[in-house]
């Protein structure tokens, strides 16, 4: 199996997933694979990638704790574009995703 | 301006039933749910429910989920917008909202609001590393998009949640080192935690999570066990070479916008945090705000639908729609209600909701 996708659930007695088209981005300059309809989050981790941003002050790593929206730990740049909650922002071919570390720019 | 009788804010199970009744009744009703997907938490629980036929005992909840939108899709009176989130709820009545990325204004005449609970967190150090999640995060990206959080899993949390998350991580492949509570005893059903522990996955009761290590993700657990005080015992430290610690310790309420609403607001501990002062109709002390689920005190998806269904049907009955039958479904919803508090962990619910309940 592939390296990347080794947290990918293939086998599951309840529930099957839909994995049927593959979209590319990349996080930091680095090309990554993930599935149409699956959360920006949800591809990172599934390729092993758990730090998303850094928190203002102290710059200790942060990464996601409710996937929900709520707790803003998961805030990156998406597309030039800061305080995405990769947590709930659908994954799209082409994203470009960055790791935020500070309070983010407006514009 | 978008001018609607009933609005309801949040399409989880709470929401999405008291859509359905309000418009049943004859209520043309709003639903703004903030994710691309509405159900709620129903959408990650893989178990089967409790409670009766009524609240779709016996079936998954990921298969309630959708025949709730089913049935929405087929009432014309609801109109149901996904990735819309209420930002705030005004003194004239109006309520501002994103739907889609376009700012909008709603002026409602009755409003649910039915916006869930969120995870708590546990404080000790080095909590904020990645790799440390709560447990609605785990199922979620375990349930909903089929990536396992890690391969060894520190679960923190023997209630019911703790529980069948383990069972669910189990069940995709992961390993559970271990299940800690700080309690005494298992807070969970025990028929969930012998499921488990039949599984090989230990059950330490009276310990606690003393530090996570680790420099960019956690790599290790601590945990310590407490004595009848609560006080850490010192030399009774145990170590886990985990890359996931689950935090399975409970939700509260959430709440801003019944804040922002001015409605009373009390802190109940059996209901989980601050919710608000309601009759049992489910209408908080802010006339035309109702509320129903999570929200108003943290119990189960099952009670949340009923809840629903009842502030509906409130909230249309009190615009003036009228049918024959509509006592006899408020009556029904009341019964259905008190039958699913009846167990131990219904006590609870029950003294908490005698000191908010008007």
Known sequence: MDKQFKLRITKHPILTFNKDKTVKFTFEGKELEGYEGETIAAALHANGIKVLSHSHERKRARGFYCAIGNCGQCNMIVNGMSNVRVCTEMLEDGMIVQTQNDKGRLL | MIEVEVLVIGGGPAG????INAAQAGAQVLVLERHELPGGQLVKQTHMFFGSEKQYASVRGVDIAPKLIDKIAKLDKINLETQATALGIYEDGVVTA???????????????VATGASEKTLVFPNNDLPGIYGAGAVQTLMNVYGVKPGNNVLMVGAGNIGLIVSYQLAQAGVKIKAIIDAAPKIGGYLVHAAKVQRMGIPILTGYTVKEAVGTDCIQKAVIVKLDENWQPVEGTEIEYEVDVMCIAVGLSPLAELLWQAGCDMKYISELSGFVPVRTKMLETSVKGMYVAGDVCGVEEATSAMV??????????????????????KRQDYIDQLEALRGGHIGKKILSGLKKVTI
């Not at chain 2, 999405?16 to 859509?19: E, R, S």
């Not at chain 2, 739907?99 to 204004?105: A, D, N, P, S």
């Not at chain 2, 629903?308 to 039958?325: H, P, R, T």
Request: proline content about 2%; charged content about 25%.
């Open chain 2, 98 to 112: 994103e739907i889609k990325g376009v700012y909008t204004h709603i002026k409602p005449k009755r409003i649910i």
């Open chain 2, 307 to 328: 809840e629903g269904y009842l502030a509906g049907l409130a909230a249309a009955e009190s615009l003036g729609y009228k049918n024959e039958i509509m006592a006899e």
């Open chain 2, 16 to 19: 999405l039933c008291a859509a």
